[in-house]
């Protein structure tokens, strides 16, 4: 399964960006699906996750309650909406699919297949 994210772009503080991730050749219906970012200098660090379901979404606490997770398994798509940004939001982020276990969703070597990522820059 290859994935590819898409959406990103530069953005005022402030302002609001959609990111998407879309997989080639297969559905992602059956799977957890997780987004990743990495800051210039920085590690990679867990953003959000939702469940093959859609049921449960789980979120890091530098982004709760301005970014949200959903999917749309009809359009094989899974959507990270991100709102209210800030420049400390800065990162390439990526999206990751796997059969991954609720424990482990923060955990990227969790997940089984990933893309490239797509540069997220907010000015201050």
């Known amino acids: 399964v290859q994935l590819q994210a898409s959406g990103g772009g530069l953005v005022q503080a402030g302002g609001s960006l959609r990111l998407s991730c879309v997989a080639s050749a297969r559905t992602l219906s059956g799977y957890t699906i997780g987004w990743f970012r990495q800051a210039p200098g920085k590690e990679r660090e867990f953003v959000a996750a939702?469940?093959?379901?859609?049921?449960?979404?789980y979120y890091a606490n530098s982004v709760k309650g301005r970014f949200t997770i959903s999917r749309d398994n009809a359009k094989n798509t899974v959507y990270l909406q991100m709102d209210s940004l800030k420049p400390e939001d800065t990162a390439v982020y990526s999206c990751?699919?796997?059969?991954?276990?609720?424990?482990?969703?923060?955990?990227?070597?969790?997940?089984?297949?990933w893309g490239q990522g797509t540069l997220v820059t907010v000015s201050s």
């Open positions: 990751r699919a796997g059969w991954v276990r609720e424990s482990t969703v923060r955990k990227f070597d969790e997940y089984d297949f």
């Open positions: 939702i469940s093959e379901g859609g049921h449960s979404s």
